[in-house]
């Protein structure tokens, strides 16, 4: 398959890698002209937040390797801060997502002292600022099994 390199600004490129070979007849139609601008963000998008796969298995086929698997957040703004807590409340780990192309994060299930988390239940909230200044919060569950 060919691939094809467009510039934009200097040192900004937008890489197309097509996933099988295109036969005559075939084409494609790419809008540009709103990416990269930012959406408000209100209450109910949030709702849409998802963690994937849930409940995890530790083994299971899902994962490429053992002990490489990854849990994913979905549908995520633009800008938003994820923390993972246990049942009772205490903070497991916390980062931030900013990624104006991607709604996607991944999580290691690695403590923030590099430690794999136990199985069990946890929480997770993610916070997210509107634009007017307000300020979102969504809160969900998953389970871990081994």
Same mark, same amino acid.
């Given at each position: 398959p060919w691939k094809s390199i467009y510039w934009f600004d200097e040192g900004e490129e937008l890489i197309i890698d097509p996933v099988r070979w295109y036969v005559d007849g075939d084409y494609w %139609?790419?809008?540009v002209g709103k990416? &990269?601008?930012e959406n408000s963000i209100t209450q109910a998008d949030l709702n849409d937040i998802k963690v994937v796969p849930n409940p995890y298995f530790v083994h299971s086929e899902f994962n490429q390797?053992?002990?490489?698997?990854?849990?994913?957040?979905t549908h995520l703004p633009n800008k938003c801060k %994820?923390?993972?807590y246990?049942?009772? &409340?205490q903070l497991v780990y916390s980062f931030n997502h900013d990624d104006e192309f991607s709604g996607q994060a991944s999580w290691d299930l690695k403590s923030g002292?590099?430690?794999m988390i136990a199985p069990g239940l946890y929480l997770y909230s993610v916070q997210?600022?509107?634009s007017s200044g307000d300020s979102f919060k969504h809160i969900g569950k998953f389970?871990?099994?081994r």
């Open positions: %139609i790419a809008d990416l &990269g601008i390797a053992a002990g490489s698997g990854m849990m994913w957040f %994820i923390s993972i246990t049942v009772s &409340g002292n590099g430690d997210s600022g509107g389970y871990v099994v």
